[in-house]
């Protein structure tokens, strides 16, 4: 069985201060990792995912994420954040016989000015 | 390009009755998943359909059932829904089963 674990599940922060939202993965077999956002009252949004190859995976909106197989993280970062990046973020796994994703429980980004 | 569209947008029913929801795939998608987001945790897996047959399925009972369609359209239905059932229900599509899921806005689902 694979599963997520999002570390907080809210992360106030200040304009143009950095953020790194974390993420931790379980699974037995190769994963492939993803990061979403949600903004009030919408579906979710591809923000990047790894699949293969590099571990550093640029994202859309100046988001990266890190691939650390031996410590099973995915974390998510942001050198400076805007007011527009205010969401809930959610990272999920897919692999091995699972076409389906598992998600986290996500962590509520807010920017306050 | 249309990306992933659901109807309803909002629904209400009361416990026992029935509810179908609409799902059409991005173009070019072939394959289409179902997700239950109950409200403050993430989403959940219902099940998958591909070349019109469940591919997998969640941890969810009986009473939750789908259909695909030949232009790769999806439905799910929901039977004698219950209180816990309201939720934000999601379609994501792909093209084939392996590759990276494209979601809808969703359908919210209020069971009273």
């Known amino acids: 069985a694979q599963s997520v674990t999002q570390l907080d599940s809210q992360v106030p922060v200040f304009e143009e201060a950095p953020v790194e939202l974390r993420c931790n993965y379980s699974?037995?077999?190769?994963?492939?990792l993803f990061w979403y956002v949600q903004y009030p009252n919408q579906g979710l949004q591809l923000l990047l995912k790894?699949?293969?190859?590099?571990?550093l995976v640029k994202g859309i909106n100046g988001f990266e994420a890190e691939f650390n197989k031996s410590q099973t993280s995915f974390h998510l970062r942001k050198p400076s954040v805007h007011i527009s990046d205010t969401a809930e973020y959610f990272c999920?796994?897919?692999?091995?016989?699972?076409?389906?994703?598992?998600f986290g429980k996500g962590t509520l980004l807010t920017v306050n000015p | 390009d249309a990306g992933v569209t659901q109807s309803p947008t909002h629904l209400i029913k009361t416990r026992g009755q029935q509810v179908t929801l609409r799902c059409s795939p991005k173009?070019?998608?072939?394959?289409v998943s179902w997700y239950q987001q109950a409200l403050g945790q993430g989403p959940q897996f219902i099940f998958q359909?591909?070349?019109?047959?469940?591919?997998q399925r969640g941890n969810f009972p009986d009473r939750f059932s789908g259909h695909q369609f030949p232009n790769y359209s999806s439905e799910l239905n929901v039977n004698a829904l219950l209180l816990g059932d309201s939720a934000l229900y999601l379609c994501?599509?792909?093209?084939?089963?392996?590759?990276?899921?494209?979601f809808g806005p969703g359908t919210r689902l209020l069971v009273l």
């Open positions: 994501a599509s792909t093209y084939g089963p392996w590759e990276t899921q494209y």
């Open positions: 699974s037995s077999v190769s994963v492939y």
């Open positions: 790894y699949l293969s190859g590099s571990t």
């Open positions: 999920a796994v897919s692999g091995g016989s699972n076409y389906k994703l598992t």
């Open positions: 173009s070019g998608h072939d394959t």
């Open positions: 359909y591909y070349e019109e047959e469940e591919r």
